[in-house]
């Protein structure tokens, strides 16, 4: 699990769902990107995006996509409706392959919260994990201020393992974090 090579020496394959297509970025989502994540309904509940959302930073998101993935260090998707295709989000796997495993991180666009785009998203997303990268493990948190991202963690078969008390510091306020692994 140490060196880049398959699946990593080919493109990020499209994977998909019922109601969802996950691709690769686009240098062309950047407008849609920003737009879900000037919403700070949205970027709060995110350990890393900032509010305001600063000009160039999709440009800057979507740019570090390609290397990732040749790496071996992370995938990560655009979520998009299949019918019509519009951008409702984002998810991915920071991936530690010598221990063959992943944590699991996403966002969903304010409009299209409720709909059960997160947990469709993270049920193919944990299953691309296990059986083509291999992964023996997918964590993944959520600030205990937003259940609804632990809901999603739950349908999508994760088991709730703890609370962290203070681990991070979001808005200069240490925050906790819900873990959940599968």
């Not at 970027?43 to 999709?58: E, F, I, K, N, S």
């Not at 290397?67 to 989000?89: F, N, S």
């Not at 963690?153 to 599968?182: C, K, Q, T, Y």
Request: with cysteine; glycine share 10%; charged share 25%.
């Amino acid at each position: 699990m140490d060196q880049p090579g398959p699946p990593y020496d080919r493109p990020l394959p499209r994977l998909e769902t019922d109601r969802l297509a996950l691709r690769p970025f686009v240098a062309e989502d950047a407008p849609a990107v920003s737009r879900c994540l000037a919403e700070r309904d949205v970027a709060r509940q995110t350990l890393t995006v900032p509010h305001p959302y600063p000009d160039g930073a999709a440009e800057t998101f979507i740019a570090g996509h390609p290397a990732a993935w040749a790496t071996g260090k992370g995938a990560t998707w655009a979520v998009v409706e299949r019918a019509g295709g519009a951008l409702v989000g984002a998810i991915g796997l920071k991936l530690v392959r010598a221990h063959r495993r992943a944590e699991l991180g996403y966002w969903i666009a304010k409009p299209s919260w409720g709909k059960g785009y997160a947990t469709e998203a993270t049920r193919r997303v944990i299953a691309f994990g296990f059986d083509e990268l291999g992964l023996h493990r997918v964590e993944a948190h959520h600030f205990l201020e937003n259940p609804a991202s632990g809901q999603v963690m739950r349908n999508a078969g994760m088991i709730p393992e703890g609370v962290h008390r203070g681990v991070v510091w979001r808005d200069g306020d240490p925050r906790d974090l819900a873990s959940f692994g599968i």
